[in-house]
Every structure is written in structure tokens, then in C-alpha cells.
């Protein structure tokens, strides 16, 4: 049986298919981080999985760590690989 937690937003399905492997971490981290954001400001975490893999695949990497612990506020991936490297002071 497969639950609302189990299965994928079928929009941000079709949005990984168009991302190179290397870049779904990355995508993933945007997605967790701009949930956050909007549910700070908005109350409700609406996404454009399309918009955001467009960001992904143009450039956009992080280059900080999140303002939230990204593994208990999102329940669609519990990694800690999204992409941050950590920036090295000159």
C-alpha cells in the first residue's frame, strides 16, 4: 500500500527525470530550503518543481548551510548530501 509519505508529487517526478544524477541532490536542497521558506512566510509550502530545476540546471548551488536541520523538515528524502560543500575561507 502506498501512502501520501511514500509516493512522489508527480510534477516534481517529471522535474527530476530532466536533471542529470549529479544534480538531484542539489535540486532536492533547493526544494527542501524553498519549502522552508514559504511555510515561514506563507503557512503553506507551495513549490514549482519546474521553476526549480531550471535554477538547478542554470547554476543556482548553495553556498550555506540551511537556517533549519533539512533532514527532520523534509519527509520526501532524510539525506544530508544536498549539495553543500563548505566554503573555504581565503
Given at each position: 500500500?502506498?501512502?501520501?509519505?511514500?509516493?512522489?508529487?508527480?510534477?516534481?517526478?517529471?522535474?527530476l527525470k530532466e536533471l542529470q544524477?549529479?544534480?538531484?541532490?542539489?535540486?532536492?536542497r533547493l526544494v527542501a530550503e524553498y519549502q522552508f521558506h514559504c511555510m515561514e512566510r506563507y503557512g503553506r509550502p507551495?513549490?514549482?518543481?519546474?521553476?526549480?530545476?531550471?535554477?538547478?540546471?542554470?547554476?543556482?548551488?548553495?553556498?550555506h548551510k540551511p537556517k533549519f536541520n533539512i533532514e527532520t523538515f523534509s519527509s520526501d528524502f532524510g539525506r544530508s548530501d544536498f549539495g553543500y560543500k563548505e566554503a573555504k575561507e581565503p
Open positions: 500500500m502506498t501512502t501520501k509519505k511514500d509516493s512522489i508529487n508527480p510534477k516534481k517526478e517529471e522535474a544524477d549529479d544534480l538531484k541532490p542539489i535540486f532536492e507551495f513549490v514549482s518543481y519546474a521553476v526549480l530545476a531550471d535554477l538547478v540546471k542554470d547554476g543556482w548551488r548553495p553556498t
